[in-house]
């Protein structure tokens, strides 16, 4: 079983839709991260918690600590939002990083 | 962006042959990881480095040895190269905990 877990593994909107993605986990952590991944690109860093909200133009991620959950949200979706979306934790022991197996968006204009 | 690069960035290659990827850094950053990305399974690690001449195995760490003899190269050695090796290989730098800066990925084919 993966530590990190995410849904949807897929998901299609129209352009201008509300989106959400899910995370959850398992272990305990210092930190959560949101990646994003665009087709046959790098790997960048969207956002990084330990705790309440964070707000980046029309991304908004969310953690709850206690339910070990997190939410990544993208407000007014575009078609350049499309891309593989994915979960990472620090272990609250060591330096390694847990990742889920990513969320792939595709938003129609 | 952080400066991270990987050489190659594309290598086809036959089964039993040895194959060496690198890491290059100038961030002078501590920790250095080589993960691959497989379709189902996402990133997964495959050994990391929190220092010169200092790595740990990862939880796929069979068939690959890494080798840290600089702070800014971290290089990913496949003994002898297998299909099941056949991947995208990532590399990534932190200087502690908190973010990972990714490079580009090198693209592995065995044939």
């Known amino acids: 079983k993966n530590e990190v877990e995410q849904s949807p593994q897929n998901l299609t909107a129209q352009e201008g839709e509300f989106i959400t993605i899910n995370c959850s986990y398992s272990?305990?952590?210092?930190?959560l991260h949101w990646l994003q991944q665009h087709p046959g690109g790098g790997i960048v860093s969207l956002f990084m918690?330990?705790?309440g909200k964070k707000k980046h133009g029309r991304l908004i991620a969310t953690i709850n600590i206690q339910e070990k959950h997190s939410s990544l949200h993208i407000t007014a979706s575009h078609p350049r939002d499309s891309a593989v979306y994915i979960c990472?934790?620090?272990?609250?022991?060591?330096?390694?990083?847990?990742f889920g197996t990513g969320t792939s968006l595709t938003v129609i204009p | 962006d952080a400066g991270i690069t990987q050489s190659p960035r594309h290598k086809v290659t036959e089964t039993g042959t040895p194959v060496t990827l690198r890491c290059h850094q100038t961030?002078?950053?501590?920790?250095m990881y080589w993960y691959r990305q497989d379709p189902g399974h996402g990133l997964r690690l495959i050994h990391y480095?929190?220092?010169?001449?200092?790595?740990d195995k990862g939880e796929v760490s069979d068939g690959y040895s890494v080798s840290r003899s600089k702070t800014e190269d971290f290089l990913l050695t496949l003994e002898s190269a297998t299909s099941s090796q056949t991947s995208v290989y990532f590399c990534?730098?932190?200087?502690?905990?908190?973010?990972?800066?990714f490079g580009p990925g090198t693209r592995l084919t065995v044939t």
């Open positions: 480095s929190y220092g010169v001449k200092d790595t």
């Open positions: 918690l330990s705790s």
């Open positions: 272990v305990g952590i210092s930190a």
């Open positions: 990472a934790v620090n272990r609250n022991t060591g330096n390694q990083f847990y």
């Open positions: 990534a730098i932190s200087a502690g905990a908190g973010e990972q800066y």
């Open positions: 961030e002078n950053h501590r920790y």
